[in-house]
């Protein structure tokens, strides 16, 4: 009993107990805290920690692509779109030029940047925080890269779209090919092959990286990287795996490069394949619509009338929808006797409810088809279009320019100001018309004031060359008129007090300045502050007649269409001075006379006043509105009315100058003789005969030719802005010299020397330098020969583009150029010439350079030049290390059978062996009998040299065997000297240049 008895669990246990018991664990087997010293922080984003666990199992896959998609890549996507929707300019587009293609740009865009940003960091946390090797990271990448784009942060959207293609380039050995230079049926492939065949292929997940091609394209269209962008979209052309969905945004990114390059014939046919294929029917309809302009730009009617009336089909926006109806209208107007149809459609289209919003584009549409045939009517369209009430900023700034144009044309120039003015003040940074509308602006003020002088003085003069009595009854009864309107304006004025509305001066008057009533904080939308400000104009003037130069209205004009004798509107100088501080009551005859200019010295006064003014319009037609024509009209009205004008020479070599500019040939030739044969001892005579002024003065002509020697020193040493700025300085310090036609073709020299980025726009003003230097001195033969040698190079540019375009710069990786058993390479900078004498180093310089220093520095002689023929365009050909460079291979006999395959056999050899250089090769023909293929773009010479060495060597060897190395031969040519050659054809010159500076046999 006692052993089976319980035990007392207050005894103590014996030991054989004690170690069959097992150890109970404490609640707490480590410490509550770590040493300082052992804590050790994983900093890493949680993306890297995934990627080294093991086990990427179906589970693991699902759970992070649905978490990545829908908490993160589907809401960035659904702010993207929305910051795009709301970014749509909503019809504020002008719509009378050329579309942007996109419904906003760069320059004009309305993006919200803090909600772009948003975009960003969602798709960051999203590639932060999820497993790197989900399906969606690539998409989070590439909506990123758009945030940046629409930001305008160009760099990082670059970066960020080729990080795409590198980092999600396939990984497979199956699948893998190299980004740059892997073939697949003699074809380069860089994109990713979708496998999307069968019914259920539909639906699988598509790679982002081949829409980064397409978007990395458009980021650089934005950089102006045209050529890139021309071989990426070349290799993607042609590409065996670039998924067909893509397609038509191929043929889209295709047809904004060609559209932003003005290259419109080039744009159509990969513009229609964009609409064909484009899903998105915003996008659709405004590719139509701009292929309608193209069509019209191209002067295909029937096309464009078509292509509108496709885009009403589409059912578009209402702003679409009307300027479609527009165009049809314009197109239906120019047909015969379609101008009639097309005003009562636009009538028709007034009486519609659904274009109420558009009916001041319908009364300024009216207005444009009625100018010039009917200018009133127009204006009248005009400013019906301006009463209407709108939210359209963009049809405002027509308008307002339309009715400042009629004005220009109608030389009413004050009034054209006026609304010039108000062109400026609602137009828009990208208004194609932005310039014209500035410089009008600020020279219609001084035309203005110059026309007011001319009219005032002649009617002076009229007045003062009358009869006296004659004149006193005219005076008379000019004072009396002044009188009886100011009584009469005494009377209205009782009646207008009282409600200031009433006044006509703020009502519909005929300036048409009757902006809609509406509330705002500027002054004509405020009605108290036009109460008060009508207050006070008629505290300060009194009352006036609603009528043009009011001012000058009640203040000594004489205005009497009955007598013949007197002028229409007639301004008084002197005699507005002297009645400007008297009453309208008080005015009589002899107080208007007292401003005439009846004396002999007022009179001459007043002709040296009104010759001055003729002058200064016809300067101004011409150097600041460049309008040959009415220059060319004023100073042939100067010299009618003042056929010995103290500047007749100069007038007349004005004239000669102009007419020459229009291709007036016949005008010209007599112009230009009645310089010569009146006035043959002047400069003006001198510049016509040898392009150079007379200076007697033998230390200024020497001091004139120091300048010229300087500034060309610096032209030749590189230093463009000193040889400018001591152009500049020359001009200012001696005016027109006998070197000036030297002096403004070094300024154009330097113009093209400071154009290295082939931009169509900077070869305008490159090629209208050129052209001006030789408009400005036909009869210069050295001149016509040099400027039409540099104009010869510009024009064929735009040829060479694809063969001369700057790429990217890259870092010399090589240890030198290979040396060959019987040819060495010399480069001036390691293998100096040595120098003997000074006679031998100008033996040593190349001929043409010497010759063309010594053709344009070398001054002119002081008896006349004798007329020779133009010389042969010279070739300055010369060493430039920091120039891009070219391999060259000429043939001189071979098929063009050969010349194919030798492309083919080279492209394959730069694909295999120079996969990462990016080496291009094609054909150029530079006269029928010769035939290149040019290897480019090299960084620099070293780099050329290097690739010359090792296809010289197997050429004959691998590449081209079929070729006899005899009917072939290879060299090394910098961008500017390629240039040169094209334009001479010289290339024998070059050849030589070449085996001089860089073979030693």
Not at 491 to 505: F, R
Not at 587 to 592: D, G, Q, S
Not at 705 to 731: E, I, P, Q, V, W
Request: charged content about 25%.
């Amino acid at each position: 009993m006692a052993q089976n008895a319980p035990r007392n669990n207050s005894q103590p246990l014996s030991q054989p107990q004690q170690q069959e018991r097992p150890q109970t664990k404490p609640l707490l087997n480590k410490p509550l805290f770590k040493p300082r010293e052992s804590r050790v922080q994983d900093r890493r984003p949680p993306s890297e920690v995934m990627l080294e666990k093991k086990g990427w199992n179906f589970k693991r896959k699902f759970f992070q692509n649905m978490a990545t998609r829908f908490n993160y890549y589907f809401h960035a996507r659904v702010k993207l779109e929305k910051v795009l929707r709301t970014a749509n300019r909503d019809g504020q587009d002008n719509y009378n030029v050329l579309l942007p293609f996109y419904p906003t740009t760069l320059q004009s865009q309305g993006y919200s940047k803090s909600e772009l940003d948003s975009v960003i960091e969602k798709t960051n946390m999203a590639i932060q925080l999820h497993d790197p090797r989900g399906k969606w990271i690539d998409d989070c990448f590439l909506l990123m890269g758009r945030a940046y784009f629409y930001e305008g942060d160009l760099e990082n959207a670059n970066k960020t779209f080729q990080y795409i293609n590198l980092k999600f380039a396939p990984k497979k050995k199956s699948e893998y090919k190299t980004v740059v230079g892997a073939t697949e049926n003699d074809q380069i492939s860089i994109a990713s092959r979708e496998k999307r065949k069968g019914f259920f292929g539909r639906f699988k997940h598509t790679y982002a990286r081949n829409d980064a091609f397409l978007w990395r394209a458009k980021t650089l269209l934005e950089q102006k990287e045209y050529d890139e962008v021309q071989a990426l979209l070349n290799i993607l052309n042609t590409d065996p795996n670039f998924p067909r969905r893509l397609n038509g945004g191929l043929a889209e990114v295709l047809a904004y490069s060609n559209y932003i390059q003005g290259r419109y014939p080039e744009t159509v046919q990969p513009l229609k394949v964009a609409i064909d294929k484009s899903r998105d029917r915003v996008s659709k309809t405004r590719m139509s619509f701009i292929l309608g302009q193209l069509y019209l730009q191209l002067n295909h009617p029937d096309s464009a009338m078509e292509q509108f009336r496709e885009v009403i089909s589409f059912k578009p926006d209402p702003m679409m929808d009307f300027q479609s109806r527009i165009q049809i209208a314009k197109i239906n107007a120019k047909q015969d006797g379609g101008l009639a149809k097309s005003m009562e459609s636009l009538k028709h289209m007034l009486r519609k409810e659904r274009f109420s919003h558009f009916r001041d584009a319908i009364f300024y549409t009216m207005g444009t088809l009625e100018y010039p045939k009917d200018p009133e009517a127009a204006l009248g369209y005009m400013q019906k279009s301006l009463k209407q009430p709108s939210a359209n900023t963009v049809q405002r700034m027509l308008t307002y320019k339309g009715i400042a144009d009629i004005y220009y044309d109608q030389r009413q120039y004050l009034e054209a100001k006026k609304y010039y003015d108000s062109t400026a003040g609602v137009m828009t940074p990208d208004f194609v018309d932005a310039k014209i509308v500035t410089i009008r602006k600020e020279v219609l003020a001084e035309v203005a004031a110059k026309v007011a002088i001319m009219h005032r003085e002649d009617s002076l003069q009229r007045l003062a060359l009358m009869p006296e009595s004659d004149r006193n009854v005219l005076l008379s009864k000019m004072a009396a008129g002044i009188r009886n309107a100011a009584a009469e304006k005494k009377k209205n004025d009782a009646m207008q007090a009282a409600n200031p509305y009433d006044n006509p001066a703020f009502g519909n008057n005929n300036n048409g300045y009757t902006p809609k009533e509406e509330k705002g904080d500027w002054y004509f939308y405020n009605a108290s502050s036009k109460a008060s400000g009508f207050s006070e104009f008629k505290r300060r003037w009194g009352n006036r007649q609603v009528a043009d130069n009011w001012r000058r209205s009640q203040n000594g004009v004489i205005v009497n269409n009955n007598n013949n004798n007197a002028p229409a509107d007639v301004a008084g100088g002197p005699a507005e001075t002297a009645t400007e501080a008297l009453s309208p009551d008080s005015i009589t005859a002899e107080k208007l006379s007292q401003g005439l200019p009846l004396t002999p010295e007022k009179l001459a006064a007043s002709r040296t006043l009104e010759q001055d003014a003729w002058f200064d319009l016809g300067k101004l037609y011409h150097d600041k509105l460049e309008s040959f024509k009415l220059a060319i009209e004023t100073y042939d009205s100067l010299l009618l009315k003042y056929p010995d004008h103290p500047r007749k020479p100069e007038i007349l070599y004005s004239l000669y100058v102009w007419h020459g500019k229009l291709n007036n040939n016949a005008e010209a030739a007599r112009y230009k003789a009645l310089v010569l044969n009146q006035y043959g001892n002047t400069n003006f005579a001198d510049i016509i005969r040898a392009g150079g002024l007379r200076d007697i003065d033998a230390g200024k002509k020497k001091a004139i030719g120091a300048a010229y020697d300087s500034a060309y020193t610096a032209f030749r040493n590189g230093d463009n802005n000193a040889a400018l700025a001591m152009k500049h300085l020359a001009d200012s310090t001696f005016g027109v010299n006998y070197l000036q036609p030297k002096f403004d073709l070094l300024e154009a020299m330097i113009a093209i020397k400071n154009d290295t980025l082939f931009a169509t726009d900077t070869l305008q003003l490159s090629r209208k330098a050129v052209t001006a230097v030789m408009q400005k001195y036909p009869a210069d033969e050295g001149v016509q020969a040099q400027a039409q040698a540099l104009l010869d190079a510009l024009n064929r540019r735009g040829e060479l583009t694809d063969y001369l375009a700057k790429l990217e710069v890259r870092k010399s990786n090589g240890d030198g150029p290979l040396v060959d058993e019987n040819i060495s390479m010399n480069y001036p900078w390691q293998n100096p010439q040595p120098v003997f004498t000074d006679k031998l180093n100008v033996a040593k310089a190349p001929k043409d350079s010497v010759q063309v220093a010594a053709n344009i520095a070398g001054s002119l002689p002081n008896k006349q030049i004798a007329t020779i023929a133009p010389i042969k365009p010279m070739t300055p050909y010369a060493l430039k290390a920091d120039n891009p460079y070219f391999v060259v291979l000429c043939f001189q006999r071979v098929s063009k059978e050969l010349m194919d395959e030798g492309i083919n056999q080279f492209t394959r050899y730069n694909a295999t062996k120079h996969a990462a250089d990016k080496i291009e090769v094609g054909s150029f023909v530079l006269t029928p009998s010769e035939t290149m293929l040019i290897f480019r773009i090299f960084a620099n010479e070293d780099k050329a040299l290097t690739y010359f060495d090792e296809i010289r060597e197997e050429a004959a060897l691998s590449i081209i065997p079929r070729i006899r190395p005899a009917d072939y031969s290879l060299f090394v040519i910098s961008r500017d000297n390629f240039i040169l050659l094209n334009s001479t054809k010289d290339l024998t010159g070059y050849r030589k240049f070449f085996t001089d500076n860089y073979v030693t046999q």
